[in-house]
């Protein structure tokens, strides 16, 4: 046999989809479909709270990598720390050397950056 013959012979012989299913098949039919419904009520509320975690976690670390830095707190992203006794005098500040911001936490623990 060819191969061309082979391959006319396992299409004619596999069987169509039936676009009319009968009672018996239909409620097979309709177990195959998983709904957002069934997948929960698989999951059960832990699981549920598992997934919502891990989501939350993704966000978390594309929200790092798309924004690695905060704002400095001491001098309010200025970079500059202005004098108590005599405010025009200014010197770059200490916590944040003068850059303005801090890298967050997140990517401290994560991505092990200074």
Known sequence: MTLAHQIAVVLVTTAAPNPQPNEATAGQAADTHSTTGDIVAALGPTGMLVVLAMAAFVLYVVSLSLHPNAKCNRCKGA??????LFSYAQRPCNSCKGRGVH??????VLFKQP
Not at 79 to 84: E, I, L, M, P, T
């Open 79 to 84: 970079g500059r720390h202005r004098g108590a």
């Open 103 to 108: 890298p967050r936490l997140g990517r401290k």
